[in-house]
Structure formats: C-alpha cells, structure tokens
C-alpha cells in the first residue's frame, strides 16, 4: 500500500502500466475494492481512481 500513491498517478507521471504487467495486475486488484475506493477520497476527493487503458 505504500506505493499505491505513486501508482495511481501513472498517467501524471507517464507511465504506461501495461509496461509492468505485474504492476498493473496488483494496481487493478486493489483498485476494484471498495475500502480502496473510500480511502482514496480522503481528507478529500482529488479526482477518480484512473484505470489504465490496456
């Protein structure tokens, strides 16, 4: 979970996750659960979790 700020930021930083497939695959795990979803909103919402275009 310590990196999920960084990799959720992919596409800020240029990243193409489809490069890291096994990056990617954990990305979408943690993406798709609803605590993970809550929990990026706070203290406040910045924009949507982002889902990488493969």
Known sequence: MAVWPWVSRFMRHKI???????????YLQLA????????YD???????VLLPGL
């Open 32 to 39: 798709a659960r609803p605590q993970v979803k809550r929990g």
């Open 42 to 48: 706070v203290p406040h919402f910045t924009g949507p």
């Open 16 to 26: 193409d996750l489809s490069d890291f497939p096994n990056v990617c695959r954990w």
